[in-house]
Each structure stands twice: as C-alpha cells, then as structure tokens.
C-alpha cells in the first residue's frame, strides 16, 4: 500500500474506531485534538516529503500527472458529467431539450421519488468505478476528496435555493464500519462540507440493523430487503425538523437504500432530501462488467 494511502488509512481508522466505540464524546475528542495534530505533522513535516519520494497520480490509471486530483487527458476523455439538460427530479439526461426549466421525465411526473432531486457527477463508467473501488476496497482515502470536488458544483445549485443545507451521509453497519474502518460516504460528505461550509453529520443517520449484499436481488426484494435499517439518532431528533438535507453516497444503483434513508428521514421531520452520488448507473447500464467486482449497490455500501 502507498504511504501516502496508509497514512490516511491509518488516520480514519483510529477516528472511526474511536467514534464507533465512544460515540461523540471521544468522536469529538478525536476530531478537535488529534486530527489537528496529526493534520500538523502530516502537512509541515511529512507532506514535502512525500510530495518528493512520491509524484502525483492521474486517480483514473496513475499516470503521473502536475497537479493534485487531477485526470490525465486520457481518463478525461472517458468521464461522462451528468448535468442539465436533465429531469429535475430524478435528474435522468433528457435526450431532447426540455418544455423549461423544472421539467419531468414521465416516471417522476407520474410516480414521483421521494426525494426532491437526485444527482450525480458522473455516469457510471470505467474510470468512475476505478475511482469507487480505490477508495471503498482499496483504502485511498484521498480519493473521497477527488469525489467530492467534482461534486460540489451540484451542492451549490442546491444551496442556491436559499436554504441552508444538511450534509447527511448514508450510514454503515457498525460491524462493516469496524471491519472497513471507515465510511466511504461520510468521508466524501465531509470533505464536501469542507469545500462549501456546510455542516455535516455522519451521526444522524444509522444503520439499525445489517444488509445483506443486494446484487442478485430484483428491485423489489432490494426494497423489502433495506426497509426498516435506518433510523434516527434521538440525539438529533430537534436539529433535523425542518432542515433540507443532502444525502450522500458514493454510487447510486437501484435506488433502494437511498429511498430507505429518504424515507426515514422526511418521517423524521426534514423539510426535502436531495440525493447526491460521485457516479449513478443510467438505465440500460452495467455494474462490475469486467472484473466481477465487488458489488456496488446502495445497500450493500
Ligand atoms: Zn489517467
Ligand atoms: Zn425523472
């Protein structure tokens, strides 16, 4: 494993196990005074360092590259932004211009998600997973940074709306956190929430009892299987009435998970969730088609 890999390893886990076995209070003691201190020496000792012994790489095929987070021309060539012109809802590209701004795709208009938008920054492709797998099986840490900067473009037009948004990751199984050692998705939203200053809160949101994988399940027993998982932190019952939420995830599939979490969220009082993904697979899209990769699917996180 890269150094520079292991020691962000190395730094997530330590909070994410003190987070998980002490809940905030030590998940706080960790944040506010070793990662300043760790972030210290990291950045003024060992970072010149590495930035010598250890060049910058293109994320999608490790080309050496002069700029940190930072495609090579190649793998740009191959990432497939989604924006407009796209459903407003479900945030599906329209093939033809749209009627005007705010328009549907025919699902949403007649059977509309529960969410109030759902977007990615990318198509689901080969550098997108590539990035995916890095960070979720292959521990590059660093790599939720990358995600989250080519998503905050979607933050802002949200944010636009005048509303003060909550950050709110979609939540691991505490023995998948333990076993993984840290929550690919709570790391993105909080480097999102870094890049915006928006709040974030890994916390809200928990997993109240463990999924089994959803790869091989039809839509609807992905639904039956995530129905229930989640639940609400009483602790933060009072902060999330009325509040608009983003909900963030790595990789948006079926849908499932993020409808599970939508769901418990507006029963818990939010005003609108907004879904958030690095990468959405289109209709008509594949997952692990060339490598049998691990699965993808929200619910599987
Ligand atoms: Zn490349
Ligand atoms: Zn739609």
Same mark, same amino acid.
């Given at each position: 494993?890269?150094?520079?890999?292991?020691?962000?390893?190395?730094?997530?886990?330590?909070?994410?196990?003190?987070?998980?076995?002490?809940?905030?209070?030590?998940?706080?003691?960790?944040?506010?005074?070793?990662?300043?201190?760790?972030?210290?020496?990291?950045?003024?000792?060992?970072?010149?360092?590495?930035?010598?012994?250890?060049?910058?790489?293109?994320?999608?095929?490790?080309?050496?590259?002069?700029?940190?987070?930072?495609?090579?021309?190649?793998?740009?060539?191959?990432?497939?932004?989604?924006?407009?012109?796209?459903?407003?809802?479900?945030?599906?590209?329209?093939?033809?211009?749209?009627?005007?701004?705010?328009?549907?795709?025919?699902?949403?208009?007649?059977?509309?998600?529960?969410?109030?938008? =759902? $977007?990615?920054?990318?198509?689901? @492709?080969?550098? &997108?997973?590539?990035?995916?797998? /890095?960070?979720?099986?292959?521990? #590059? +840490?660093?790599?939720?940074?990358?995600?989250?900067?080519?998503?905050?473009?979607?933050?802002?037009?949200?944010?636009?709306?005048?509303?003060?948004?909550?950050?709110?990751?979609?939540?691991?199984?505490?023995?998948?956190?333990?076993?993984?050692?840290?929550?690919?998705?709570?790391?993105?939203?909080?480097?999102?929430?870094?890049?915006?200053?928006?709040?974030?809160?890994?916390?809200?949101?928990?997993?109240?009892?463990?999924?089994?994988?959803?790869?091989?399940?039809?839509?609807? =027993? $992905?639904?039956?299987?995530?129905? @229930?998982?989640? &639940?609400?932190?009483?602790?933060? /019952?009072?902060?999330?009435?009325? #509040? +608009?939420?983003?909900?963030?995830?790595?990789?948006?599939?079926?849908?499932?998970?993020?409808?599970?979490?939508?769901?418990?969220?507006?029963?818990?009082?939010?005003?609108?969730?907004?879904?958030?993904?690095?990468?959405?697979?289109?209709?008509?899209?594949?997952?692990?088609?060339?490598?049998?990769?691990?699965?993808?699917?929200?619910?599987?996180?």
């Amino acid at each position: 494993m890269p150094i520079r890999a292991a020691m962000d390893k190395h730094y997530m886990g330590v909070f994410s196990f003190l987070s998980a076995i002490g809940g905030p209070i030590l998940g706080s003691f960790s944040a506010r005074i070793c990662k300043p201190i760790l972030d210290s020496f990291s950045v003024g000792i060992c970072k010149p360092i590495l930035d010598y012994a250890l060049p910058l790489r293109c994320p999608g095929c490790g080309t050496i590259t002069a700029e940190r987070d930072r495609f090579c021309l190649d793998c740009w060539g191959q990432l497939d932004f989604l924006g407009d012109p796209c459903c407003a809802r479900c945030g599906l590209p329209f093939e033809l211009e749209p009627d005007g701004p705010g328009s549907q795709c025919g699902p949403c208009a007649s059977a509309p998600p529960p969410w109030q938008s =759902a $977007r990615a920054a990318l198509a689901y @492709g080969e550098i &997108a997973r590539k990035v995916a797998i /890095r960070l979720k099986y292959g521990r #590059r +840490t660093g790599m939720a940074r990358l995600m989250a900067h080519y998503m905050v473009p979607h933050i802002r037009s949200i944010a636009e709306s005048g509303d003060s948004p909550l950050l709110v990751p979609v939540p691991l199984h505490r023995w998948r956190l333990w076993n993984r050692g840290f929550n690919q998705s709570a790391l993105i939203a909080r480097h999102l929430g870094a890049a915006t200053g928006l709040p974030a809160d890994p916390f809200l949101l928990r997993r109240s009892r463990s999924t089994r994988p959803l790869r091989a399940m039809s839509p609807r =027993a $992905r639904e039956r299987e995530v129905r @229930g998982a989640f &639940a609400i932190d009483p602790s933060r /019952r009072a902060a999330l009435r009325g #509040r +608009t939420v983003i909900l963030i995830d790595d990789v948006h599939t079926s849908g499932a998970t993020a409808r599970a979490c939508t769901e418990r969220l507006l029963d818990g009082g939010a005003a609108a969730v907004h879904l958030l993904c690095w990468a959405r697979v289109l209709p008509g899209g594949t997952i692990d088609k060339h490598h049998g990769a691990p699965d993808f699917g929200m619910g599987n996180s």
